[in-house]
Every structure is written in C-alpha cells, then in structure tokens.
C-alpha cells in the first residue's frame, strides 16, 4: 500500500516507459483495463498514450548509428567562382582556406566540406537540413 502525504503531484513517465505499457496492454489476451490499474495509469491516459504510438507521435528515440568513413590523403581542389568565370582568384584567397578539411558525402552524393574547428551544433544544424 502507497500512503500520499501531502498534495500528489503528476507522473512523468519515460517514454519507454509509455511504450512497454502500450505494447503490453495491445499484446494478445491482454485486458486494457487490466493493464492500466496494474500499472497505475488511468485508461485515458492509456487510451491517449495508444493514439499517440499509433500517430508516430510517441516513439523511441531512433538509436545512433555509425557510418563508413574514408580517410583520404588529399581532396581535389573546388571550383572557385571566380575560376568559373575566367578570372583569376585574389591572391589572399589561399591565406583563408583552412589547413583541414571534414568532408561528408551523403548517400544521395550531397557532398559537404567544413574545416576542422567547425562547431558540432552548427555542423548538426547543416546535416539536419540537408536530410530534411
């Protein structure tokens, strides 16, 4: 038996949480009912919690996933836009490229080039709208 004392506050479950509940309340012979007094849940929080996982609004965080890298020794030069046109680059052009570069290909063949001191937030926020 669970005493309260005092004013009872909401419960914030885990999202796997929600999920081992709904899959269990959904597995075959399972009383819906049954499972949410079991585990302490109202039915219509269950109900909602079901919706939610049948919507694609409640799922589980994907789980990373490693890619093959390639290292190379060295990149082919890109295009300037000033080479493109015909014309010469300005001499100082070389003195702010960076020393290394980090270069991404996506399967798509989206290739991506950032020096080496780029942020990991900025370089996350790239990659998510390429993807998107």
Known sequence: MEIISGIERRRHWRVEDKLRIVAEAE???ACFAEV????????????????????????AE???????????QEAAPMASPAALQGTSPPADLDQCRPAQQIEIVL?????????????????????????G
């Open 27 to 29: 597995s075959p012979g």
């Open 36 to 59: 949410a007094r079991r585990h302490e849940v109202s039915r219509s929080v269950l109900w909602a919690w079901r919706k939610q996982v049948r919507s694609g609004a409640l799922a």
């Open 62 to 72: 994907p789980e990373p996933v490693f890619l093959p890298v390639q290292v190379v």
């Open 107 to 131: 399967p798509d063949g989206t290739a991506l080039r950032v020096s080496e001191s780029v942020g990991s937030t900025a370089l996350r926020r790239v990659l998510a709208a390429l993807r």
